[in-house]
């Protein structure tokens, strides 16, 4: 299976600024993922990445807010715009095939 | 829209005791339906994952079973270690769309 990268592991933001995850495969992959886990619950989608294109953005969540950028098959960044405390959660990138591979997350808080 | 159900929020067993796990689905298109264990701290890991053309998967202690008709699958942890404790997810996803819908998660606590 692919072996993500996923930087910064964790991180203490003011609210108000923006925060840029990065996610490196070592693999080329067709699609990336990026999910949202608040503390103590479930996973969520947040986009899809794809190369060459914009994200797909799921509902609830806006390129405003989370612009995603893909600039080839290995790496994807998403970023956290204009943060308030209640985006303080873990955000993880994934990739297929057969069942996703997660990266190690980003702890974001918010303050 | 899909949905994924996930059964119990939470499990305390003794060592050495079977574990069961239970999700259930909405979108009758999933066809594959993979579990992650996600220790305190850690990322999510694919466990176990079975697809839609075959009833039961075991993998050592591990074995998931799916039901078509009732659109249900789950999760049985025979002789359950300390090492077990942890979150586990369900998930089901329609192939070729990549777009995994979790449960909520169960957390389980194996108690030596």
């Known amino acids: 299976s692919a072996v993500i990268s996923q930087k910064p592991s964790r991180d203490i933001c003011q609210r108000g600024t923006s925060l840029t995850i990065q996610c490196q495969v070592d693999?080329?992959?067709?699609?990336m993922f990026w999910y949202r886990q608040q503390p103590g619950q479930s996973l969520t989608l947040i986009a899809t990445?794809?190369?060459?294109?914009?994200?797909?953005?799921e509902s609830g969540f806006v390129i405003d807010k989370f612009p995603i950028s893909r600039p080839n098959l290995t790496f994807s960044t998403l970023t956290v715009s204009n943060m308030s405390p209640e985006d303080s959660s873990i955000y993880l990138c994934?990739?297929?095939?057969?069942?996703?591979?997660f990266g190690s997350g980003t702890r974001l808080t918010v303050v | 829209g899909e949905n994924v159900e996930q059964h119990p929020s939470t499990l305390s067993v003794q060592e050495g005791d079977s574990a069961v796990i239970k999700c259930t689905y909405s979108?009758?298109?999933?066809?594959?339906f993979p579990w992650y264990k996600q220790e305190l701290g850690k990322r999510p890991q694919l466990i176990i994952d079975?697809?839609?053309?075959?009833g039961e998967k075991k993998d050592q202690r591990i074995a998931v079973t799916l039901n078509k008709t009732a659109k249900h699958f789950s999760l049985h942890i025979t002789e359950t270690q300390p090492e077990d404790s942890a979150v586990y997810f369900c998930?089901?996803?329609?192939?070729?769309?990549?777009?995994?819908?979790f449960g909520t998660g169960t957390r389980l606590k194996v108690l030596a």
């Open positions: 994934s990739v297929e095939p057969d069942g996703y591979t």
């Open positions: 990445a794809n190369q060459g294109s914009e994200a797909t953005y």
């Open positions: 693999s080329q992959v067709t699609m």
């Open positions: 079975i697809r839609s053309n075959v």
């Open positions: 979108d009758s298109a999933s066809n594959y």
């Open positions: 998930a089901a996803t329609t192939s070729g769309t990549y777009k995994y819908i």
